[in-house]
Each structure stands twice: as C-alpha cells, then as structure tokens.
C-alpha cells in the first residue's frame, strides 16, 4: 500500500511525489496520459527568474527553488541514471536603449542584496560573452546567472525514472492508495470552476519549436519577447505564446510562425537550422497567477498542487518540498498566496 497517491505525471505531480519519497514515504504517481502527458511535455524549458526588484514571497519562493534546483536534478540524474537535461547556464537580454541600460544597472545592484551572493546580474559588452548574439542597439546586454534551461519531457523522463529506481510506482491508471493529491492541471483548474461557478483558473495555450541548431552550453537568449534555449542535445527551443482563446489545443498555426520570424530577425544564424518539432499544449494558469498549493478545496483530506503555468519546472524542486512538508508532517511553510482559497 502507498502512503501517498499523486494524481498527475507533470512536473508538480513528480516533484511531490519525489520529495515524499525522500522523506521515506510509499508513494504512487498515475496519469492516464502517461509522464509528461500535459504541458510538463513541452520543449521550452527556460527556467527564468523574476527580475531582481520589488521582493515579495513569490519571488523568493522561486529564487530558493532555482537556486535548489542544481543539486536536486543531480540527485535525480544520479537514481534514474539518465540525463535530466538541466543546465544553469545563464540568460543573455539585449538592452535597446539607455534607458533599458539605466535600469538593468539598477537591478544589477539590487540583485547583489535579494541574490545573496548566490546569482549575479550583470550589465556586459559583447566581448565578455560567446557564442552567437543577437544585435543590441547600445552594445550592451544583461547577462545573469541564476537562469538555467531544462527539456521539460526529458526532465520528466528523468524524474520518473528515479522514483520509480527508489520504489515508487508510476501508472496509468491504479487504485487511490494513502492521502491523495491532485497535480492534474487544467483538469482539476476545470472541475473546480464548474464547481464554484466561477473562473477558478484558465488554460492557457502555448506554442513552441525545435531547431536543429547546436548551441552547446551557451546561455539562452530572450529578444524580441521570444525565449532561444539551447538544450544539452544539440538542439535550440523556441516559444512561446499565450493563447486565451484558441480552437484546437493541440495544433500549430500562424502564431507559430511569427514566434519563429521574431527568432530569426533576433538571432539571423538561426533561419537556417532545420526545424525539428512544432509543438503545442495547455498550461494551467489559476486565478491568482500563483501556484496553488495546499489542501484541496472540493476533496476533503486531499491536496493540490497546481497552476505551474510558465514557471513550473523553474519551482518544481521546492513545490515537492513544501508540499511534502505539508502532507507527512503538517507543517505549512507556503506562501500566503499560493493557497487555493485566493483563486476561489
């Protein structure tokens, strides 16, 4: 018998289901659509930070959680015996103006105070970075290094493949077994709208693509509001929209396309590499734009941990943590705004 039944085979759901393993609980993990069947499939993977100002529990939720993610993923490598795919290898932004210069001066120093030493945001030239660059109209560029990438169905891969190395079960589908918590997305952001009447959360549609273009280990780019993420497998992801309303969920269209125009006008080199994938999905974006976690608020004894929306995989490691802090040992350490009752 399990101790902990996790409903969801995405990011959240394995990441709960991990740490609850690591506190020596009997966990299972099903998911009808199998691991990384939802929007933990994708082939993004920019695990970004908030920009270094106006500090709030969020933020610093999400900082601990990169800054946590380097020896957590090692970790996990190390049980699965696979790739995990993570690489902090850092984010290139180019300033467009003095303006844009003047701020990310200021943030250069503010990040010294909220990153603790542990990060760095840096205003640079061109000569202090490698790899190909797209254009800046001053010369000049934030580069950090809190920002690491992640190929989210391999991460996925990875992360199922450890539990199950440590005596999870990972299903299809199974019996309930011990305390239950829901991970399952915009199903559950679904349910619970119908329930309360209201719009509880939302799925959002993205679209991303695969290029053929080995990057190595060189930072990923954001330009012209699009993110460029070299993966560890000689391949550079492109993405992402947001879609609110859209016909199909699972296509890809025009919207695509003019994500990929913007890539190439960024990053010339770019429109020559093959592309590998066009890839579409929905993600779970609740009411408060924050993570919801904690007890669930239709199931009694039951928890949620849900909304990863764009920043799941750059949270994932300390959502397992906290939540299974929460679950085996009734200790509530998660911010205020990450309860479900503030997207009711």
């Keep these: ?28 993990v099903i998911d009808p659509n199998g691991v990384g069947g939802g929007a933990s499939g994708g082939i993004v993977g920019a695990l970004a930070p908030h920009v270094p100002e106006n500090w709030n529990e969020k933020k610093e939720f999400q900082f601990q959680s990169l800054i946590a993610a380097e020896a957590f993923w090692k970790n996990v490598g190390d049980w699965a015996e696979l790739e995990t795919s993570y690489g902090r290898t850092g984010r290139v932004q180019p300033l467009a103006d003095e303006r844009a210069v003047t701020l990310a001066r200021a943030r250069a ?26 254009e800046s109209e001053t010369g000049l560029y934030v580069f950090d290094t809190l ?5 989210p169905r391999q991460a996925c891969k990875a992360l199922a493949a450890a539990i199950i190395a440590r005596g999870g079960d990972v299903l299809r589908e199974g019996e309930d077994q011990g305390t239950l918590v829901w991970a399952s997305g915009v199903h559950d952001l679904e349910r619970l709208s119908a329930h309360f009447d209201r719009d509880v959360g ?21 330009a012209n509001t ?23 969920a699972n296509s890809t269209d025009a919207q695509l396309d003019l994500v990929l125009e ?9 429109r020559a590499a093959a592309v590998l994938e066009r890839w579409a999905g929905l993600r779970p ?21 849900n ?9 994932g490691c300390e959502v397992g943590r906290v939540m299974a802090l929460l679950i085996l040992e009734g200790i509530d350490t998660i911010p205020a705004e990450f309860a479900p009752e503030t997207s009711l």
């Excluded at 105070?113 to 640079?124: C, D, F, I, S, Y």
């Excluded at 939302?202 to 930072?219: H, R, S, T």
């Excluded at 460029?228 to 609110?244: L, Y």
């Excluded at 909304?307 to 949270?315: R, S």
Aim: glycine share 12%; charged share 20%.
């Design 1 to 28: 018998m399990a101790d902990v039944t996790v409903r969801g085979a995405g990011i959240f759901g394995l990441s709960v289901a991990w740490a609850c393993l690591e506190k020596g609980a009997r966990v299972r």
């Design 109 to 134: 120093d503010t990040a010294k105070e909220l990153w603790r030493g542990k990060a760095a945001w840096r205003v640079v030239s061109a000569e202090d970075l490698d790899g190909p660059l797209p």
């Design 147 to 151: 920002t690491a990438r992640m190929f």
């Design 202 to 222: 939302n799925a959002v549609k993205g679209q991303g693509a695969l290029l053929d273009f080995d990057m190595g280990d060189g930072p990923q780019i954001f």
């Design 226 to 248: 699009v993110h460029m993420v070299p993966h560890w497998n000689g391949t550079v992801a492109i993405g992402s929209t947001s879609e609110r309303l859209f016909e199909d």
């Design 262 to 270: 913007k890539a190439y006008a960024a990053l010339p080199a770019l």
């Design 285 to 305: 974006r609740a009411k408060s734009r924050a993570p919801m976690l904690g007890r669930h608020p239709l199931i009694e004894g039951a928890y949620i941990a």
């Design 307 to 315: 909304g990863g929306f764009k920043i799941g995989f750059g949270m």
